[in-house]
């Protein structure tokens, strides 16, 4: 199947810097990506969809200027939380689809832990 | 809204046979797709069912009815390893996945 790569798989960071977190298809070219966070126990929630060349769409109650996304080719799409906070603390997954395929195929996922 | 409604845990013995239903109420359907996920990992595709009907994979089965809005997934000899938490997820007409609540599923020896 296809892999898409994600890094960093873990990050500590302090309350009001910003972290990056990429996400790369490593064997297929992905148009749209998709970003979820996962709080412990929970489900995953979509957070925005990452459109190569243009602007994401975000899902309601998402600060987009608080988790910028840039998919600025077909292999990457990153997202940056800015000015973190210690409620942003959480596992955030990409996934992506080959060619708008049924089958998702998802990132590692990173465990953001801001204190 | 969109809802997809799950059993929150499951509990069965190795060998056994366990069943986790799904039902889902979306804007838009294009299939419904069945997730593993290990504790601290990243979920891992086991199935999708666009049209009607039982799909067989291995020890894993899952089945739709698009008139009911609903979907199980069957997992057959059940193992040790197969104790993660199972997600069944919904692609709407945007291409999106809205994913379920999660069924924790626990085997015992």
């Known amino acids: 199947g296809a892999v898409v790569s994600q890094h960093p798989s873990w990050v500590i960071c302090k309350s009001g810097t910003s972290v990056k977190i990429e996400c790369r298809s490593l064997?297929?070219?992905?148009?749209?990506m998709f970003w979820y966070r996962q709080f412990p126990k929970q489900s995953l929630m979509l957070m925005a969809t990452?459109?190569?060349?243009?602007?994401?769409?975000?899902e309601q109650g998402v600060e987009k200027d608080k988790f910028l996304i840039n998919h600025a080719s077909l292999t990457l799409s990153t997202l940056t939380v800015t000015s973190a906070h210690p409620e942003d603390s959480s596992f955030y997954i990409c996934?992506?689809?080959?060619?708008?395929?049924?089958?998702?195929?998802f990132g590692q996922g990173t465990r953001l832990t801001v204190v | 809204g969109q809802s997809l409604e799950q059993p929150s845990e499951v509990t069965a013995v190795e060998g056994a046979i366990v069943q986790i239903n799904c039902t889902y109420q979306?804007?838009?359907?294009?299939?419904l797709s069945w997730y593993q996920q290990h504790d601290g990992g990243a979920p891992t595709f086991l199935s999708y069912?666009?049209?009607?009907g039982l799909e067989e994979t291995g020890r894993f089965s899952s089945f739709l009815s698009r008139s009911d809005s609903y979907g199980y997934l069957l997992l057959q000899e059940l193992q040790m390893k197969d104790s993660a938490s199972y997600f069944c997820?919904?692609?709407?007409?945007?291409?999106?996945?809205?994913f379920g609540s999660g069924t924790r599923l626990l085997v015992r020896p």
């Open positions: 990452s459109n190569e060349g243009s602007k994401a769409t975000y």
């Open positions: 069912n666009a049209l009607d």
């Open positions: 996934s992506a689809s080959d060619d708008g395929g049924t089958e998702a195929f």
């Open positions: 997820a919904v692609m709407d007409s945007s291409y999106k996945l809205i």
């Open positions: 979306t804007s838009g359907f294009y299939g």
């Open positions: 064997d297929f070219q992905a148009t749209t």
